[in-house]
């Protein structure tokens, strides 16, 4: 079963199988923003959405603290654009 967490003190989202990280979604705070630099998972969980589930967690986490979200990383910029449609 795979567990999201967020990581704040890491300045990311991370998916975890069994203890070991298999994806996670990273970013930077610059003022009052939080830029989204970085998805990945392991290639061997694609296609289960669990990059989705990444973006998607910092996005909530960032709103919650009242951060504008920059999504730098292209995944997380489609993810994120899909979103508002």
């Given at each position: 079963?795979?567990?999201y967490v967020f990581e704040g003190t890491k300045s990311?989202?991370?998916a975890y199988n069994d203890g070991q990280?298999?994806?996670l979604c990273q970013y930077q705070v610059e003022g009052?923003?939080?830029i989204i630099t970085h998805t990945e998972v392991q290639p061997e969980f694609g296609g289960r959405g669990i990059a989705r589930?990444?973006?998607m967690m910092v996005a909530r986490k960032a709103k919650e603290?009242?951060?504008t979200l920059v999504p730098?990383?292209?995944y997380a910029a489609?993810?994120?654009d899909q979103q508002q449609q």
């Open positions: 079963m795979i567990q990311r989202s991370a990280l298999i994806g009052d923003r939080w589930e990444l973006v603290h009242g951060f730098v990383c292209s489609k993810v994120l």
